[in-house]
């Protein structure tokens, strides 16, 4: 089965320090990909997202995730976190098929440390 | 108003209660969801109307039943819910049908907090 992996349920970062949350996908056929972040109590607010061209994408707020074909993989990463990125954070992809629909990884929740 | 309004935000019911949440796009698209969003558990898709075709997530029970009357506007009617239905009811849209091309990307409203006591 098609699958969306988030390696970590939550992750911890010194204000300041590189925040990398990890996306892996499950398909040999290049999906689009996205990154949703959520703050408390509000709808999932899109980062960034892959569709074709350069595999390395660049969001809002400073974030950027590399798609790497090689590595099934779609990390999102910031070089240095602020004690607003505090939220839950989810990796999403759409694969090709009959019924063409988002599938969500479980979220991983950031935390920001000062 | 622009992109994917929900209301009510916050909901309060009994579980004999009947009560609707609503969900309008501004936004032109062709398809509306209903996600479910329960603390420590996966994004679980509901319901979907795209082009007026409803695609449904059959383990749902019929104590959620969805109606779309237009493309703009799409509702969750509850009717004797469980305490284990309280959770954040996430609704969403999308420019093109399920089933067209396109990347999928989804829009998504602030959420009805849903308590059923």
């Known amino acids: 089965a098609q699958s969306v992996t988030q390696l970590g349920s939550h992750v911890s970062v010194s204000e300041g320090a590189l925040v990398l949350l990890r996306c892996n996908y499950s398909?040999?056929?290049?999906?689009?990909l996205f990154w949703y972040v959520q703050y408390p109590n509000q709808g999932l607010q899109l980062l960034l997202k892959?569709?074709?061209?350069?595999?390395l994408v660049k969001g809002i707020n400073g974030f950027e995730a590399e798609f790497k074909k090689s590595e099934t993989s779609f990390h999102l990463t910031k070089p240095s976190a602020h004690m607003s990125d505090a939220a839950e954070y989810f990796c999403?992809?759409?694969?090709?098929?009959?019924?063409?629909?988002?599938?969500f990884g479980s979220g991983t929740q950031l935390t920001v440390l000062p | 108003e622009t992109g994917v309004t929900q209301t009510p935000r916050h909901l309060v019911m009994g579980m004999t209660n009947k009560k609707s949440l609503k969900c309008e796009q501004h936004?032109?698209?062709?398809?509306m969801y209903w996600y479910k969003q329960s603390a420590k558990k996966p994004l679980e898709l509901m319901f979907v109307?795209?082009?007026?075709?409803?695609?449904e997530n059959n383990s749902v029970p019929s104590r959620f039943s969805p109606e779309c009357p237009n493309s703009s506007h799409l509702f969750l009617h509850l009717h004797t819910l469980q305490p284990e239905d309280s959770a954040l009811y996430l609704c969403?849209?999308?420019?093109?049908?399920?089933?067209?091309?396109?990347?999928?990307?989804?829009?998504f409203g602030e959420g009805s907090r849903l308590t059923v006591l």
């Open positions: 999403a992809v759409r694969y090709s098929g009959s019924a063409r629909q988002l599938t």
């Open positions: 398909s040999s056929v290049p999906p689009y």
């Open positions: 936004l032109g698209h062709n398809a």
């Open positions: 969403a849209s999308s420019r093109e049908g399920v089933r067209a091309g396109g990347t999928g990307e989804l829009f």
């Open positions: 109307y795209s082009l007026e075709e409803r695609v």
């Open positions: 892959y569709t074709t061209g350069a595999t």
